[in-house]
């Protein structure tokens, strides 16, 4: 069974502080992993996704991701955030191949502080 | 450019009626069309992937049940009966090329207040 868990339901950080929001999944075969971010009212935008080859991957407005085998993990980071960046975020996981179903982590609200 | 347009956007839904919804497809390059569903405070969970015009799909969860069309080529409707009282759910469609490895987009989502 594939499982993928954000343990962090809520984080609060000021405006230009880094932030890392957390990301693990289990699962023994080929893996996809991706970001969404959701803003209140709005529907899920894709910000990156890991697949192969170089495990530091770059999203849009300044996000990245890093991919871990040994820590079953792909956190996602910002150097300095915005209080535009408010919003839930979600880890996604899918197999590597045939499978157009996306497994979600329960989300992490990221509030920035003025 | 929105890539997928849904409607209606929300809902109050009265106990025991059912409700349809649709997902509109703006690019035919995408077309593996999934619907999505969240209770209020929970995960999003996947409901179905259709691909071709015909193709129909039901199932039954704790709260709901659901049947998914692939009415056209660029419209995807999924009907939602059977809502516990009190329910709050959202509903999203996403849009993607082919396999795994590629990108699903989603679409605004549906929110359902059921009365």
């Known amino acids: 069974t594939q499982t993928v868990s954000q343990s962090d339901a809520h984080v609060t950080v000021f405006e230009g502080d880094s932030v890392e929001l957390r990301c693990n999944y289990s699962y023994g075969g080929s893996i996809y992993l991706s970001w969404y971010i959701q803003h209140h009212g709005r529907g899920l935008q894709f910000l990156l996704k890991?697949?192969?080859?170089?495990?530091v991957v770059q999203g849009v407005n300044g996000f990245e991701a890093e991919f871990s085998k040994s820590d079953s993990s792909f956190h996602l980071r910002k150097a300095s955030v915005h209080w535009s960046d408010s919003a839930v975020y979600f880890c996604a996981a899918s197999r590597s191949s045939g499978s157009w179903q996306l497994i979600f982590g329960s989300g992490t609200q990221l509030t920035v502080m003025p | 450019v929105t890539l997928l347009e849904q409607n209606p956007r929300w809902r109050l839904v009265p106990r025991g009626q059912a409700v349809n919804l649709r997902c509109i497809l703006k690019n035919s390059q995408y077309p593996w069309m999934s619907w999505y569903q969240q209770d209020l405070q929970k995960q999003l969970q996947w409901l179905f992937t259709l691909r071709s015009p015909g193709d129909k799909e039901v199932k039954s969860l704790p709260g709901a049940d659901y049947l998914a069309t692939r009415v056209t080529d660029t419209e995807l409707r999924l009907q939602v009966a059977n809502m516990s009282q009190g329910r709050t759910l959202y509903c999203t469609c996403s849009a993607t090329t082919g396999g795994g490895q590629d990108t699903q987009y989603f679409g605004p989502g549906t929110r359902l207040l059921v009365l």
């Open positions: 890991y697949y192969s080859g170089n495990p």
